[in-house]
């Protein structure tokens, strides 16, 4: 066998047999590097190298079948940290490796051919990589090879898991230095210092939520499977075009109605710092125990309320009825007790269960007619899709890095939202905009009756409904809900000359949205110039002190972990069921009704 053979190395390996042949006086910058090329020169042109000597002054090796001269002298240049090839027998009289596996093809072998793509995704799978090797080289790698491969791979890249903890510190110091006025603090718990949690929360989102953000807000949590396992729990808001704004992020060991307790009690804190008068929360979430104890004493005037999904699942799966569903859906929408009411009657006249479903499920907590929060039209956490998310994208990644991660993500949102925001010529975002437009174009099938300056009768074929224009109230409840004109109220407005989009609540305007996005969230330095050491963290009795933060005893068990699958539908918006004014019937509405009345 030939050195000369045209054999093309993967682009990792940073070799090109075809085009770079060993030859006398070849260099070489240290001896590592000579024996990682002549490694990867073997398992490319598929023989087995076996070493002879190798110290710091010389490496010989030779092929590893008896009677085959292939053999290369390499030793050190005098002065000079480089070795050079001194001499070079580069004919090989055997038949090499004739299966497909390979001495040379290490741990570190792998390790190396495959940073390129783990660096581009981490999800990059051990069996991928053993397929990808087969296919690319001919050599067949076990899995358990592949799996460290990655694992080594991933720490050139990253950092290790451990070395991840010990350095939250100082990336929680290099946060509030580059991020004035953010939020970062990490605690410890024991005598060994294990990690406990993590708060982190940027200025440029506390100041869009508190300056133009609707008062609501979304909690969840998501379970991370990475080597130690943990928590990641985080607030969001909802800007003005409905698209969610991250507030506050906690990554936690695990989750305790203690963790649940901190949290809220940093968000708290966060929140009052930053103004001196907080308007009343909505909450939204799965009302876990914990959570919901946390809300009620850090919290308690906001109103916390069902995610309409987590309920409306908790129905279908309980009673598997459709008919039954269809109502229950007509019952969240209703805006009136006696629209839901009715409905509720007409649930308990298909199954009695749903009268001990409603204990555990009180309709103030979710039903529109009843729940006294605003949600602006918000019924379902979109923060639970995007937590979901993240875990599975970093959970591959040390703690530092995922927060980076998670960071990237929230200034490419900041930035693309600024811009797009910028573009926009309108007096309400796109999303309102068409919302008021539906109203407008509904409202002139009713006739407007002036009581005075401010209050008007709207009179329909099926109900008159009373407009304040002062107080933005309707009796239909919907301006009150929802914050923008329903079709009464723009019949009323249009009515005395007004301009409909100018009575939406300020939080939909163009105006808000750009404050929204108005604020940067800087870079963080590169991790060589941090001070490991800069600042203290919370031991177990809340003192500041100099410590080395270990990694939480939750370490991940053996075997492969479990992942919870969520149905793409469930991230979606729940469809209203519309029923017709007139005939009462579902699947239309009333201005498409052709039933004869």
């Known amino acids: 066998m030939d050195n000369n053979n045209s054999l093309v190395l993967d682009d990792d390996a940073n070799v090109t047999i075809a085009e770079h042949p060993l030859v006398i006086g070849q260099e070489f910058p240290d001896v590592e ?22 110290d710091r002054s010389r490496f010989i090796a030779k092929c590893s079948k008896e009677g085959c ?4 002298h390499v030793a050190k240049c005098p002065g000079v940290p480089t070795f050079t ?121 506390i100041y869009g939520f508190i300056n133009a953000c609707r008062p609501l807000l979304e909690l969840d949590r998501a379970h991370l499977k990475g080597k130690y396992l943990g928590t990641i729990f985080c607030a969001a808001a909802i800007d003005a075009d409905d698209a969610l704004f991250p507030l506050a992020i906690a990554v936690v060991d695990t989750e305790s109605d203690e963790n ?29 125990r914990g959570m919901v104890e946390a809300v009620e004493t850090h919290f308690p005037s906001a109103s916390h309320g069902f995610c309409l999904r987590y309920v409306s699942e908790n129905f279908r799966d309980t009673f598997k009825n459709t ?44 039903a529109v007619a009843y729940f006294d929060g605003v949600r602006y039209g918000h019924f379902t956490l979109g923060v639970t899709e995007l937590l979901y998310n993240w875990a599975l994208e970093c959970h591959e990644l040390p703690i530092v890095q995922m927060m980076e991660h998670i960071r990237q993500q929230l200034t490419s949102w900041f930035n693309d939202r600024r811009d797009v925001g910028m573009g926009w010529t309108s007096i309400l975002v796109p999303s309102a905009e068409k919302r008021i437009s539906e109203a407008i174009a509904d409202a002139h099938c009713y006739q407007v009756l002036r009581a005075n300056e401010v209050e008007f009768e709207i009179v329909s074929t099926e109900r ?65 110039q941090w001070r490991e050491h800069g600042e203290g963290a919370e031991g177990g009795g809340g003192a500041r002190i100099d410590i080395i933060i270990r990694p939480p005893k939750t370490r991940r068990p053996p075997g492969r972990p479990k992942k919870k699958v969520l149905r793409v539908e469930n991230f979606k918006r729940p469809k209203r069921v519309v029923q017709c004014g007139r005939c009462h019937m579902l699947g239309h509405s009333q201005k498409k009704c052709t039933m004869p009345i």
């Open 260 to 288: 649940w307790m901190w949290f809220m009690s940093e968000l708290r804190k966060l929140l009052g710092v930053n103004t001196d008068n907080m308007p009343r929360l909505t909450i939204l979430s799965e009302r876990q």
């Open 323 to 366: 008919k039954l569903v269809n109502i229950f859906w007509n019952a969240v929408y209703a805006l009136t007790a006696a629209e839901f009411e009715s409905k509720i009657t007409e649930m308990i006249e298909i199954s009695q269960d749903v009268i001990s479903w409603f204990q555990h499920f009180p309709p103030y907590l979710w």
């Open 69 to 72: 001269p292939w053999r290369v």
């Open 85 to 205: 090839i001194r001499t070079l027998q580069a004919d090989h009289t055997c038949e090499g490796v004739c299966n497909l596996h390979h001495q040379q093809a290490s741990v570190g072998w792998v390790a190396r051919s495959v940073e390129s793509r783990i660096r581009d995704n981490p999800q990059y799978k051990p069996r991928e990589i053993l397929q990808d090797i087969r296919d690319q080289h001919g050599v067949a790698v076990s899995y358990m090879q592949a799996w460290r491969g990655k694992e080594r791979s991933m720490a050139a890249l990253h950092g290790t898991f451990e070395e991840g903890y010990r350095v939250l510190p100082a990336y929680c110091e290099q946060i509030r230095k580059t991020n004035p006025g953010s939020i970062a603090s990490v605690g410890a718990t024991g005598q060994e210092n294990c990690f406990q949690r993590l708060f982190i929360s940027y200025r440029a989102s």
């Open 464 to 528: 008159t409904n009373i407009v304040d224009i002062r107080s933005r109230e309707c009796s239909c409840r919907r301006w009150q809900l929802y914050g923008l004109p329903c079709a009464h109220a723009a019949a009323a407005l249009i009515s005395c000359g007004h301009n409909a989009h100018m009575f939406a609540e300020p939080c939909f305007t163009v105006q808000s949205y750009r404050m929204t996005y108005s604020q940067v969230i800087n870079p963080i330095p590169d991790k060589s």
């Open 33 to 54: 590097t000579c024996r990682r090329t002549l490694k990867d020169i073997a398992i490319a042109m598929h023989f087995d190298l076996r070493i002879v000597k190798s």
